[in-house]
């Protein structure tokens, strides 16, 4: 068996900065309270953290400040100059030499209450040493976290005029003191790359921008906050288009090349991945030449806590395995701050490169982006395509092309969160539950294109299913104890179903004319009339005599045949340990036939979890886990000979699984998200 594996898109993130080493960057995105001095400070409480929990303590980089001590601008000086001279030929003073301004910035240098106070300190240094530059770099980077501490951390439109002005100030301020260095004259690239910064929250000119960015390179070529702060200048959501920061990326490490150019090419895909891990997945950088970058990445930087998981990260991308193991021995952790989406993806990278029977018999094809927040798959008409949901943001509801390896469509969903997906080929219709928080309703793509706009319907209460209906323009929706259906055409509701408890579940039958509704119980209904024609025999039923004659409670749906029958997961009554069978019902549903009558196997089994194959020759179902530590294996049924075969599952419970429509793949997420797997099924 072949798996495929997609792992997760990111959410929108407040960002600690780029550099392994080093706080947020000013203005990039807002820093935390006091982020100047996080590299002593972070540190202090990782060392703390580690001792206690027995781990080693986190790395620093050789002439780094030491955590907890107190400096003078001289020995900041001597020490900086140390690191110049040294990052050259051992690239980790280039992080001590970040480390050094940071500490310059924050107001414990000064033995200051906040950032007002410590700059005003520092300005009087600078009128007693008026030959150093370094302090008004230093104040310049002071003023600009500053600005954000009295702006505040919310996005652009909440942001009250006054306010927004008073921070173009602040910049303006923190632009003049980078004049002051720059007329004494700087020593590295650290006063361009606040430059940069400066522009970023300005709005300078492109042209303008790239002169600030050529001069500093000019003065310091090998300076990779330069080249940092230019490709987040050059993001979309600041003042760039789609494709900008990777043809940067990708021109950065070919003025360079060699190791250099791609520790250089790693670092700009770092730093990028923290305001926006979605162009990792479906943007357009050059995935051999991540692989190649990861591989100089960690033999340059073995012991960095986030910038090896997301040399790991970028193997995963490139789907190469060999340099993924190469790596392996120096990815040492399942956390990594900088690089959220690690956890989530962490266990499978591990499995990938260590196991040898599920991977090595069979290679795993490639690993790609997929949904990170909600579990739901559905695959398109061809089979070479998987619609997902996605999470946040612009892209929270993507088509793959996964045997092409590209992201074919993001819809816009105006920055929701999707929850459960229903798709229809033949209108070529993508519907979606909303699941973010304060957020109540479904929207609809009948255009289902990259900039088509969704209808939005919202509701009083969350909604919890959906459902396309085969035949006419209308969508069925569950509200708690109520079916909906809105007519497209008219915008209409007709009237709804009413089911006997909270609805988690709706299916049509193929020709639209009945549509089944479960919660705690399950009953068909005429989708013309809402007319209830049966209800199925459930576990709140015991003892009944319709349950009894039967001898089994339904469970979970799984599909309609032809014949209009419904097919379901059942479990046997005061069946001791419960056993569980695929049946099919007649069609008044007072009578069943278990076409697969046993289910358990080796072991339990996951109903919620089942699947039938549109042709309704597999079923797919997940085994139930004893420990939580155990991975949850696929149970895959040939429905004709009874016999089933198992597969390699997920470390956390499978949360979705949706077949291919010509049956040769099944594709499967966990519940918490994170990777998608898709399993060839010969």
Not at 394 to 417: C, F, Y
Not at 471 to 485: G, I, N, Q, T, Y
Not at 650 to 658: E, K, L, R, V, Y
Request: glycine content about 6%; hydrophobic content about 40%.
């Amino acid at each position: 068996m072949a798996a495929v594996v997609l792992v997760g898109l990111a959410l929108w993130q407040n960002l600690s900065g780029p550099r392994e080493f080093r706080p947020a960057k000013v203005g990039s995105q807002p820093a935390k309270p006091d982020a100047g001095n996080q590299a002593a400070r972070g540190a202090s409480a990782a060392k703390k953290k580690s001792e206690s929990e027995g781990l080693s303590p986190p790395p620093v980089a050789p002439g780094s400040p030491e955590v907890g001590k107190q400096y003078t601008l001289a020995d900041a000086e001597k020490a900086m100059d140390t690191a110049r001279s040294k990052k050259a030929a051992i690239p980790q003073y280039r992080d001590a030499l970040d480390s050094w301004y940071n500490v310059l910035a924050d107001p414990s240098f000064t033995q200051s209450a906040d950032y007002a106070e410590h700059v005003e300190k520092l300005k009087k240094q600078a009128a007693e040493a008026a030959e150093s530059a370094t302090l008004w770099i230093a104040i310049a980077k002071a003023t600009l976290h500053l600005a954000w501490h009295e702006r505040g951390w919310g996005p652009e439109e909440l942001v009250a005029e006054k306010s927004r002005q008073h921070f173009i100030a602040r910049a303006r301020e923190a632009q003049a003191a980078i004049q002051q260095a720059l007329n004494i004259g700087v020593k590295d690239g650290e006063a361009y790359s606040v430059l940069l910064e400066i522009a970023k929250i300005e709005g300078w000119p492109l042209d303008t921008t790239r002169a600030a960015f050529d001069e500093g390179c000019r003065l310091d070529p090998r300076d990779y906050d330069l080249y940092q702060a230019m490709a987040e200048y050059l993001l979309p959501v600041w003042h760039g288009q789609p494709g900008d920061v990777e043809r940067f990326a990708r021109e950065s490490f070919q003025s360079i090349g060699g190791d250099e150019g791609l520790d250089l090419y790693l670092q700009i895909a770092y730093a990028l991945n923290q305001f926006d891990s979605n162009l990792l997945f479906w943007g357009d950088f050059d995935r051999p030449l991540l692989a190649r970058a990861a591989v100089v990445g960690v033999e340059r930087y073995p012991t960095a806590r986030n910038l090896v998981p997301f040399a790991a990260l970028c193997t995963i991308v490139a789907q190469d395995r060999a340099a993924a193991r190469k790596i392996r021995p120096a990815v040492k952790t399942k956390e990594a701050q900088r690089v959220w989406l690690w956890s989530h993806v962490a266990e499978d990278f591990f499995r990938w490169c260590d196991e040898t029977k599920s991977f090595d018999q069979v290679p795993t094809e490639w690993l790609w982006g997929a949904p990170l927040n909600y579990p739901s798959v559905v695959f398109a008409a061809d089979s070479k395509r998987l619609w997902c949901a996605s999470g946040f943001g612009a892209s929270a509801v993507i088509q793959w092309d996964w045997q092409q390896r590209t992201a074919e469509t993001a819809l816009p969903v105006r920055n929701k969160r999707i929850g459960v997906l229903a798709v229809d080929h033949g209108k070529n219709w993508v519907a979606a539950t909303l699941a973010g928080e304060g957020d109540a309703g479904w929207m609809l793509w009948q255009k289902p294109e990259r900039n088509s706009e969704p209808y939005v319907c919202e509701t009083t209460d969350a909604c919890a299913a959906i459902a396309i209906h085969p035949k006419l323009p209308r969508v069925a929706f569950a509200v708690r104890d109520e079916v909906r259906v809105m007519d497209m055409e008219s915008k209409e509701e007709r009237a709804p179903i009413r089911a006997n408890d909270e609805v988690r579940g709706i299916r049509f039958s193929d020709d639209g004319t009945l549509v089944a509704v479960w919660g705690q119980k399950t009953a068909v209904y005429d989708a013309a009339t809402g007319t209830r024609q049966y209800e199925l025999p459930s576990a709140g039923d015991i003892p009944s005599a319709a349950t009894d004659e039967i001898g089994h409670a339904c469970e979970q749906v799984v599909g309609f045949d032809s014949e209009g029958r419904v097919w379901a997961i059942a479990f046997a009554i005061n069946s001791r340990p419960v056993k569980r069978s695929l049946v099919r019902f007649s069609p008044n549903g007072k009578s069943l036939e278990q076409v697969i009558p046993d289910l358990q196997g080796s072991g339990g089994v996951q109903p919620l979890t089942a699947v039938l194959s549109p042709d309704h020759r597999q079923l797919a179902i997940s085994s139930e886990v004893q420990k939580i530590e155990d991975p949850e294996d696929i149970c895959i049924w040939d429905v004709a000979t009874g016999q089933s075969r198992q597969f390699y599952g997920s470390h956390d419970h499978i949360g979705s699984f949706a077949f291919s429509p010509d049956g040769r793949w099944l594709a499967s997420v966990s519940q918490t998200g994170g990777p998608v797997k898709i399993w060839e099924l010969k």
